[in-house]
Structure formats: C-alpha cells, structure tokens
C-alpha cells in the first residue's frame, strides 16, 4: 500500500506480498517464478512536491535559509553574562553619583520621570516587539521579512506619535499627575524625547535578539548604559542642568546604543 507521506522519495522500494491459499504440503508445491514487476515497484524519481518544498524550508534553519550570522548558545550566554556584570557595575557606579550631584527634589524628578518611561514604553508598543521572537525567523525564511518590518514598523510609529500627541495635548494633566504640579509641564518636552528613544532602541533590541544576535544586542545594552552614564554625570559635572541633564542623557544613551544595531 502506498503511504502518500512519502511522496517524492525516490530512495523507498515498494513490495507486493501474495498469499496463496493451497491444500498441498509446502515440501510438495513445485517452485514457481514470478515476474519481478509484480513483486516490487521502484518509485519514480520525481521532484518532491510542493508541500514537501514548504516542509523543508519551514524546517530549515536560521543562518541556512537567511545567511543572517548568527551566535551559538554557549557564546552568546557567555558574551551576554560577562556583559551583563559590566553594565550593572555602571549602573551602580551611576546611581551613586547621581545621588551625589542630585538635590533632593532633583532625584526626585528624575526618578519619577524614568518610571513613567520605564511604564509608558511597553504600553505604547502594545507588545509589538514581544511577538518579534515567534515571526521574525518565520518571516525571513519565506522572503517577507521586508514586509514584516515595514508593518510592524509602521504600527510603532503610529501608536509612538499618538502617544507624543497626547501627552501633549495634556501636558498640564500629566504634569500634575506625575510632579503634582503644572509648573513643571516643561519637564515632559525631555521626558517625552526619552521616551521617543526608548521605544526605538527597544524595538531595535527586539529585532537583534530575535535574529539570534546575542553578542550585538548585549553590545547594544552596554553601550547605552556607558553612554548614559558618561553624557549624564558630564552634564551633572560642567552644566548645571540638573535633572533636565541626566533625562537628555538617558535619552542620547538610548540613541547611541540604537545606532550601534
């Protein structure tokens, strides 16, 4: 019986058994021969079919199917662990001079300025980027990866300058809710720059760690925080910005580790 999962192999051989109902002792029934033809079947060496052409390229992998270079596990953990030890260190190093150079009200701020970044980015990007490790690699594989980019990009973009408007347009409700006053409405034009930056950067991250480009999207993560940090406690040090200072230095960190993807 011909199995159809096995459509287009040309390795298979078919046999055919006949089963001979006889009364005659088997020592006693005369050899007989049976043509060849009516005993084994060769498969046609035929091209696989076209479903079998979607299982093998579905089935392919990454760097085959794309020529995107990607990191093996043990490298990319360890490249990203070392990584990852280094940029707390800053951070560390970072949050103790902030404290330092920082009034009270200063820090205080800051501190609410990047929550409400922190808060107001994944919300804006509607886990857009969350789905990029399940469809970028399905994409690629079948030549659409243009235009899943162009979409998702386009989404981004759209729900990002949405966002802006209306922060905008309630400037001096915001303000209130997040300093408790209106006066301070002229923190939101940094804050919402910061904000603009960190959702590219996140998407771009996004998009490196779904190729499997673990050592480029840890480069990414240390260069925004040393970039933070030098740009920040610079401002701190020869201006007299204050918090204003370190949100554009939150914001041009951002920047630079986007650029590096």
């Not at 029934?29 to 979607?54: G, H, N, V, W, Y």
């Not at 886990?127 to 030549?143: A, D």
């Not at 993560?221 to 200072?245: D, H, K, M, P």
Request: glycine share 8%; hydrophobic share 45%.
């Amino acid at each position: 019986i011909r199995d159809p999962r096995y459509r287009g192999t040309s390795s298979l051989r078919w046999m055919k058994f006949a089963v001979v109902k006889t009364s005659e002792p088997l020592e006693d029934c005369p050899p007989r021969t049976i043509p060849l033809e009516d005993t084994i079947e060769t498969a046609s060496l035929e091209s696989p079919s076209p479903d079998t052409q979607d299982d093998e390229a579905a089935n392919s992998s990454l760097p085959e199917a794309t020529g995107i270079e990607t990191d093996s596990l043990s490298s990319g953990v360890v490249f990203m662990m070392g990584l990852a030890i280094a940029q707390r260190g800053v951070g560390f190093l970072r949050t103790t001079v902030f404290c330092r150079l920082l009034g009270e009200q200063e820090l205080g701020q800051w501190s609410l300025v990047f929550s409400f970044v922190m808060l107001s980015a994944p919300m804006t990007l509607m886990g857009i980027t969350g789905s990029f490790g399940r469809y970028v690699e399905h994409y690629l594989q079948r030549g659409q990866a243009r235009s899943f980019f162009r979409h998702t990009g386009t989404a981004v973009l759209s729900l990002t300058a949405s966002v802006l408007i209306g922060i905008w347009i309630c400037r001096d409700y915001v303000s209130w809710l997040l300093f408790g006053s209106t006066d301070q409405s002229t923190l939101l034009v940094p804050a919402m720059a910061t904000l603009t930056t960190t959702i590219l950067y996140n998407y771009l991250l996004e998009v490196v760690i779904a190729l499997r480009r673990i050592k480029v999207g840890s480069t990414m993560e240390l260069i925004s925080s040393w970039s933070f940090a030098t740009v920040s406690i610079g401002l701190l040090t020869f201006t007299e910005l204050g918090s204003y200072g370190v949100i554009l230095g939150f914001a041009l960190g951002n920047l630079l580790g986007a650029a590096y993807a």
